[in-house]
């Protein structure tokens, strides 16, 4: 019997089935998703176009007014600066120290001129050639026949080169000088072109301003040129797209500016001619403007932005044309222009991913369908078990389908797919091994980065230490001149206290890496309070008086005389909450109460008072102990916080209020405060209502700096005069001759011998030939470095104890370090502190210091009172009475009212009664009643 033959099925194939329905799909899914892509990358070139140009335009317009702003605002301080120093107009080259310093000071402008009634001329001017800038100052030579002179000078304004003019000129005649007199005020003159040899060829605009006395007389008219090449580098600077390009034109369609990097003018025989828009050698740029003019037939009927299209070869081309219009003459258009094509390409581009992904997506919903068959009968367990064997990791698996021609060729797929996945698995491994190494690189660079980070901020620090050294140095010089007045010398410490608070704020920048690393520490070290407090307020009412607003000090009571605290920290924390205060405060005042909480209750509110005792009046008793509850409160009357706003301004680069007062910080101040507040394990609370102002405060345990001696400061280095014994000689070595300045007019009138050397080389030189007791030394200088200087001194026998001191503005802790193993005895931070500089001289050169005769000696005490002056007139006894019965008691506050009320009733005691107010106000009852003791008891 013949064997049955097998029958040919008759159905469709179950990859068919599956498989056709989800190609069909993704077939309309692809075509549909291209033609919604393209659809939608019209309509958003055209949007992103229109947005573009608009932004563009704006900030052109945003830019070339604020230039031509600023070259009006120089004209105008130059001419303020006239009228304030007095200067002789009639004298023609008087502006020049006044011109020259304007110029130096911004580069806007290329040059400033003037001209007076007799026809005279002078200008400073800054030209190009071949790149670099020259110098000209040139004037009308009166006695060369009024021909005009132009002197090349250099940056000393020493003449180098000079040129005579063939024949005389008149300033008078001059355009701008004609339209600042018709407009009695600023006036912009015609767009002129610069033919100077002596320079590159450019285009300039002059903005002139007349300038009168007190009469009304016109006395001269001061000018100032602006180039406009510095816009045409704007323009081009800009990226408007891949091939759009933008330029600036007059009315008249002549050229201003463009993007293309290419003179808005022509040269013919050397004479420059002005070009216009439609002559442009770009294509672009002449194509927009030609259609403007086909859309204008005159371009001054364009008075508001407007948006075109044109086409060049059949290309759609997006054009906007924006007037600018500013002061008197001003009158230009800007213009934008970009090809379509810019932005289509990478529309088109992502029309061609989008159809890659589906057909991707297709070939996973193939797959799917495969997967999905093995469920229909049971030869697909053997699948699944196969399937679980290469899930569990074992990837050689071998699938034998028979019988059924879909299950054959899905055996065969399978096997395959187990192949490529192995290959893959393995390709996996490798790539991951990549990936790892990859992120190790990444890493480094990020380290790097980092490195990169914390030496651009030391760096920037260190530049302006160098500064702050000359500052703070020569503050600290002339706070020892006797000859200077009490007045004087308020005003050099303010500068010294201001100093020392910029110093603060650079060490500050250094410390941004520490809090993100949470590496912030506190360095606590005696320092006396009183003081301390009083720098801060001076430098917050300064602030204060800057705004018009009141700024109020109140110790609620006695402070301690000195605590144990970091007062680097402590300061950021209170000029900040203060500072704060007063810049959202704009009438009113700020005041800051500073007390000693005597329980948990005493300033449980911000207007609390703290409480009283009998007899004591709220004030501590004697028996201090060794750590004090201090409240710090800040309270102003400006414009308030809502709920929500408290709740975000503890958050790093979150501000609150106004756009306007937001333009003055970071976000960053408040953020820090509060995380050095928690340093001292303290918090910082808020109080605030909208309109009415908030009050801002903290308690922190401060210690009481042990076996403090309050005059110590008696005998500050302000108070030395010399030393004893014989002149010592000192080797100063320094790059900067005013570092070496600041300690050569610091230590010579104390009778130091003082050699200077400006490298390492030159003080090895000075070295060999002198006899030195001490040797101050920078570490980075040219020629040979202090590190190298020093290691070469060390090697010879004759410098081996001789004390050297390393000086630098450096905060890197290696270089202290390597100044130690290089053979430095000790280091010196710039900017120099006076009593640190002679504590170091007085140790390595045991000095004897001899101090002023009229300061106070070291037994004397900051509460001593100063004798009163003999031309005062002190109250009688009866009058007395009262005031010194709240004296007795320790009633400060009464004592402050009686005095008060003693000055407003009897203007002949009032130095007396102002001596009692101000010691009432530093809480000095002993010094009250040692003043007011004796006349009160004359009688009794």
Known sequence: MDAPKTQRSSGLPLRLVLIVPFIVQISVAVGLTGWLSIRNGQRAVNDV????????????DSEVRHSLATADTVNQLAVNALRREGADLRNVRSPQAVYWDHLRSTSVISGLGIGNTSGDLFAVQRRTKAGEDIYFIEYTDIPLGRRWRSNQVNLEQQVVDTSLGDKPIDGRQRAWYKAAVAARGAAW????????????KTLAVNVARPIYDKNQELLAVSGVIFNLRQVSQFL????????????????????VGTSDAKDPFTLNNDKVERLKAVNSTSPLIRAAASHLNQQFADLSKIEQAQQLEFFIDGKRQFLQVTPLSFGNGIDWLIVAAVPESDFMAQINQNTQNTILLCLLALGVASGVSVLTSRWISAPMSRLGAASRAIAAGKLDQSVDAKGIRELEVLGQSFNQMAKQLKGSFEELETRVEQRTAELNVAKEVADTANRAKSEFLANMSHELRTPLNGILGYAQILLRDKTANPKQKDGLSIIQQCGDHLLNLINDILDLSKIEARKLELNSHDFDFATFLHSIVDICRVKAEQKEITFTYEPLNKLPAAVHADEKRLRQILLNLMGNAIKFTDRGGVTFKVGVLLDSSSIAKPDAKPDAEPGNHGLR????PATTRIRFQVEDTGVGMTAEQIEKIFTPFEQVGEKHRMAEGTGLGLAITQQIVQLMDSQIQVESITGQGSTFWFEVDLAEAENWIESQASHSALHITGYEGERRSLLVV????????????????????????????????QAMTQHLDLIITDIAMPVMDGFKMVRKLRSLPQFQHVPIIASSASVFKMDRQESQEAGCTDFLPKPIQVEELLEQLGCYLTLSWIYDSDSPTPAASRATVPELESQWLVPKPAELAALYASARIGDIWAVEEEAQRIQA?????QAFATKIVQLAQDMNEQAILKLVKPYAELEQ
Not at 189 to 200: H, K, M
Not at 236 to 255: A, D, P, T, V, Y
Not at 735 to 744: F, P
């Open 905 to 909: 009733l009897h203007p002949d005691y």
């Open 734 to 765: 320094d790059d900067r001759w005013e570092n070496r300045s600041v300690l050569v007019n610091l230590l010579q009138p104390l009778g130091f011998e003082i050699i200077e050397a400006s490298h390492g080389q030159e003080g090895i030189e």
């Open 189 to 200: 003159s015609n767009i002129y072109t610069s033919v100077s040899r002596s320079a590159d």
């Open 236 to 255: 081009n600077g800009l990226k408007l797209s891949e091939s759009g390009q933008m330029f600036i034109i007059e009315r008249s369609g002549e050229l």
């Open 621 to 624: 008793p004697s028996a201090q």
């Open 49 to 60: 176009a229109s947005q573009l140009r608009r932004e563009v335009t704006n900030r052109i």
